[in-house]
């Protein structure tokens, strides 16, 4: 088993690109971003912002 320094386990599977998301906070707002290039609209309160984030990744997890 080959050892890859420097890549952490997220790019691994370069042949199912996943969809990572994170919340990023833009001023006063906040937003939900995915690693696909996927971005929620700005929400005032993070928790939205994540809410949208796992809505996105449920909905490109559907078969
Ligand atoms: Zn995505």
Redo the contacts with the bound molecule.
């Keep these: 088993m080959a050892l890859r320094e420097g890549l952490g386990p997220a790019q691994e599977n370069r042949q199912h690109p ?4 994170t919340t990023v906070e833009q001023g006063r707002f906040c937003l939900a971003r ?5 971005r929620g609209p700005a929400r005032r309160a993070r928790s939205l912002a994540r809410t949208d984030a796992e809505g ?2 449920r909905d ?1 997890r559907q078969p």
């Design positions: 996943e969809h990572h998301t995915c690693s696909c290039g996927w996105h990744a490109v």
